[in-house]
C-alpha cells in the first residue's frame, strides 16, 4: 500500500497515562464514523506499516488508543506520526460535497466564462482552501465555497461554478473570452 493511495486520518500526539495508551487526533469531520477502527497505517521510514489497537476513549476530535502487542516505550515512539486508512473507506459522498482529492482532474466551467480549465490540486491555506486551476498554463485560483461550487457532475468529471465578480478576469483577461 502506497501513501497515495490512502488518506490521513489523524496522528498519535502523545502518550496517555502509563500503560502505554496514546492520545489520537482524529483529522476527521465525523470523528464518531472511527470509534470501532481496530487498524490504521504509519509512516516509518518511507514505508506504511500496519497499526492494531482499540479505541478506548473518544471525545470530539481526540481518542485514547490501546496499540496490540506494543510495550509503553515503544508506542511512545509513534508521538508525531500520522495514520493512514486506504481511500476506499472514505464514506462515500454526493451532491456537491466531495474530498479535496476527488475533484483533481475535473474540469471547471463557470457560469459567465464558459470553460476554464482542470484543477490540478486544492491549496489548503489556514483562511480557506482554493483550487488551483490550469488555463492552458495559466494559473486560475478559485476559492472553495459553497457560494461559489453550483453542481459537481461526477459522471462527467465536470465542476460547474460562479466565480465572484472579476476573479476570473484578474487571471485570464480578456484575452480568452
Known amino acids: ?10 496522528r498519535v500526539t502523545k502518550p496517555w497515562g ?3 495508551q496514546m492520545a489520537i487526533y ?5 470523528p464518531a464514523d472511527y470509534a470501532a477502527l481496530q487498524s490504521a497505517f504509519v509512516e516509518m521510514k ?3 506499516v500496519p497499526l492494531f489497537f ?15 502487542d506494543m510495550t509503553p516505550d515503544e508506542t511512545a515512539r509513534l508521538a508525531g506520526h500520522e495514520l493512514y ?7 462515500k459522498l454526493d451532491g456537491n460535497r ?3 482529492h476527488e475533484v483533481v482532474g475535473f474540469s471547471v466551467v463557470d457560469s459567465q466564462r464558459g470553460p476554464i480549465g482542470k484543477i490540478t490540486q486544492v491549496l489548503e491555506y489556514p483562511a480557506q482552501p482554493v483550487f488551483q486551476i490550469d488555463n492552458d498554463g495559466t494559473e486560475v485560483l478559485v476559492p472553495v465555497v459553497d457560494e461559489v461550487i453550483d453542481r459537481l457532475d461526477r459522471d462527467t468529471h465536470t ?4 466565480a465572484p465578480n472579476g476573479l476570473i478576469d484578474l487571471y485570464m483577461g480578456e484575452i480568452n473570452r
Open 85 to 91: 486508512l486506504p481511500l476506499d473507506m472514505l464514506p
Open 159 to 162: 465542476m460547474y461554478i460562479t
Open 98 to 100: 466531495f474530498y479535496f
Open 54 to 68: 482499540s479505541i478506548d476513549q473518544l471525545n470530539g476530535n481526540r481518542a485514547i488508543a490501546t496499540f496490540e
Open 26 to 30: 482524529l483529522d476527521v469531520d465525523t
Open 18 to 20: 502509563t500503560k502505554g
Open 1 to 10: 500500500m502506497e501513501i497515495s493511495q490512502c488518506y490521513c486520518l489523524g
Open 46 to 48: 518511507g514505508r506504511l
